[in-house]
């Protein structure tokens, strides 16, 4: 068994299945396959939307040798993810673990300094350059691959007509044989509350504070909540996170999940779990929560200099008129599509945040690429079983694959292998030591269903374990595979070991 999936193409897995958000229904198996006429007024492809999905989606267009336009209606390209999310928040957050590291760990490096000060100002400008510096270049990138780029709102005139008021106050219209909507997400509000992003915020609204909150309430315990609270907490802030439900990040491994939790306890980070938020209310110098069990019960308040509003994100379509043109959506506003991305109304395809599924950045770049493959008479692919999750707090935790109660809900024998990095040489060195390693692997077989990490950039460590997935290894494969010493990535191949022999280093 060793290194055989090295050698051999992936096998089908037992364990893979189709996205479940994709339409069986057979008004979708249609696919466009049109010759694409070069010089023509009209585009080969309209992609609504220059976030990671759309942007990517129009430069692989362009890449293919379609004719593209790209449009989005923010001015400046990256979604979200890179104007006020993904980018700015890991900016935050390494710029807040350096203070914190400053003012508490450096002593014992032999590192000395008088007092350590935060200057939220430079901080801020910081996240503002590396956006700033991202967006440019991407708009390098268009124009490197000749994609047109229209900056404005669009909307649907017909199957194949986008109307688009531009930032500059007029009116165009794009045609395309082919319409990619790639418009993404929002922030979910939640009822009674108002997000005015000064005293009750977004996540857009903590990540330009002006001053340090001493009190910092957190509504939602997801991947957002805690990066957010753990940038304020690392910066001096009382954090106090509320959650509806009985876990923190549902999706993580239960064991992961609960040492995850007792490591933000630790930072002083709080945990109000199946606590319900009844109102929000600003008052003279901050904001008041009521709150009561989940379950029902005696009512409590809470006071904050600000709260975070952390409830989730739904799909932006407002304005795009789906329903003059028949875009079939889901009672959640998801946009249904087949495997092939394709809606029920033929030229109009959909990928990333507006259709089902996990809402990452990274995601949304592999529905653009395979959506835009398809479109092209070419075949694409996006293995959702396969898509990593990262929550970047110090430490991080990454996933990839199953966790340990969804092989058990499948009644399939498995064995688990385990390894501290605590026993890790290169962690001990650079005393960060924190965190766990845990394989999940089919006991018949070997093979590998799920990965789990807590640890210093484990969001950079899990992609061994994606691409074992992906080729249907076994966690001998990743045991027997050399890996560099002194390595974090040790930890693998320890854990690999662990589940069917045992660790060398513990």
Known sequence: MAMASIVRRKAT???SSS??????????????SRGFASGSEENDVV??????GGYVAAIKAAQLGLKTTCIEKRGTLGGTCLNVGCIPSKALLHSSHM???????????????GSVEVDLPAMMSQKDKAVGNLTKGIEGLL???KVNYVKGYGKFLSPSEVSVDTVEGGNTIVKGKNIIIATGSDVKGLPGITIDEDRIVSSTGALALKEIPKKLIVIGAGYIGLEMGSVWGRLGSEVTVVEFAPDIVPTMDAEIRKQFQRSLEKQKMKFMLKTKVVSVDTTGNGVKLTLEPAAGGDQTTL???VVLVSAGRIPFTAGLQLDKIGVETDKAGRILVNKKFATNVPGVYAIGDVIPGPMLAHKAEEDGVACVEYIAGKEGHVDYDMVPGVVYTHPEVAYVGKTEEQVKALGVDYRVGKFPFLANSR???IDDAEGIVKIIAEKETDKILGVHIMSPNAGELIHEAVLALQYGASSEDIARTCHAHPT?????????MATYDKPIHI
């Open 303 to 305: 006071e904050a200099d």
């Open 427 to 429: 962690a001990k060195a």
């Open 143 to 145: 124009k490197k691959n």
């Open 99 to 113: 203070y914190h590291e400053a003012k508490h760990s450096f002593a014992s490096h032999g590192v000395k300094l």
């Open 488 to 496: 974090m990535s040790e930890a693998l191949k320890e854990a690999a």
């Open 13 to 15: 897995s037992l364990f």
């Open 19 to 32: 996205p479940k958000h994709l339409c069986n229904d057979s008004r979708y198996s249609w696919i466009v």
């Open 47 to 52: 992609v609504i939307g220059g976030g990671p």
